[in-house]
Nanobody, 124 residues
Framework: VQLQAFGGGLVQPGGSLRLSCAAA????????IAWFRQAPGKEREGVSCISSTPDLTFYGDSVKGRFTISRDNGKNTVYLQMNSLKAEDTAVYYC??????????????????WGEGTQVTVSS
């Protein structure tokens, strides 16, 4: 299983960014995929998770109403649309999976497969 996160960059506060998580060796439509982030000096934080059928989605409290997780089964890719970005959203973002259908206790971060992170910096 390989995951690759990309799409990070520098964005001004209030702006938007879309991250992508491309998967290989796993079918995103049949497995739960999660996003995490880690800022310097802070613990890793669960951002969002999307489960397999049904398409249940979960969000961390700090991003609810601003971020949206989705997937494109044809491209075998999961997306994280981030709107109304704040300086505190600055972090390295990772996608991960445990190759299971459901998100379960995803916020614990005890997942087997992780992609390399992509840096998101929110600054004016």
């Amino acid at each position: 299983v390989q995951l690759q996160a990309f799409g990070g960059g520098l964005v001004q506060p209030g702006g938007s960014l879309r991250l992508s998580c491309a998967a290989a060796g796993i079918t995103v439509g049949m497995n739960a995929i999660a996003w995490f982030r880690q800022a310097p000096g802070k613990e890793r934080e669960g951002v969002s998770c999307i489960s397999s059928t049904p398409d249940l989605t979960f969000y961390g409290d700090s991003v609810k109403g601003r971020f949206t997780i989705s997937r494109d089964n044809g491209k075998n890719t999961v997306y994280l649309q981030m709107n109304s970005l704040k300086a505190e959203d600055t972090a390295v973002y990772y996608c991960a999976t445990d190759a299971r259908k459901f998100c379960g206790d995803w916020t614990k971060g005890e997942l087997n497969y992780w992609g390399e992170g992509t840096q998101v910096t929110v600054s004016s």
